[in-house]
């Protein structure tokens, strides 16, 4: 039997999923999303996001904390991954101030740029 998650996902595994994120994008992973449009069950994922449903099985938590935010959440990163916010409360998703829903269908540079920048300080150890 598997041991129940916690609700919110330790700093730890933040990490190991920001990890995951920059190996993508260094490996060549193709930037990927979607936007389920259906009434009443609104979902959005990303593959080079912390929505990426794939990320779940590395995640110790089912929830990030306010504090564990995505590369591409305006609320928390510049256009080009440098963090200028590392607490605000989050009062709902990240789809309005996603930059990969926000941004023209070709601009997967800047999103693979703001990927590693964000990144950047990242060791590789836990």
């Known amino acids: 039997m598997r041991p129940e998650r916690q609700i919110y996902q330790s700093d730890a595994s933040y990490r190991r999923v920001l990890r995951e994120l920059r190996r993508r994008v ?50 928390f990163f510049t256009q080009d991954g440098t963090e200028f916010a590392t607490v605000t409360r989050v009062s709902s998703g990240c789809f309005y101030t996603c930059r990969i829903f926000k941004a023209k269908k070709g601009d997967r540079e800047t999103a693979r740029a703001r990927v590693l920048k964000a990144t950047e300080g990242l060791d590789d150890a836990s």
């Not at 992973?29 to 590395?58: E, Q």
């Not at 089912?62 to 935010?69: A, C, E, H, S």
């Open 26 to 75: 260094l490996a060549g992973v193709k930037l990927t999303y979607f936007d389920d449009d259906a009434p009443g069950n609104k979902r959005m994922g990303c593959s080079w996001g912390t929505c990426d449903d794939n990320l779940s099985s590395i995640m110790d938590g089912i929830y990030p904390t306010d504090r564990q935010p995505c590369p591409h959440d305006s609320r």
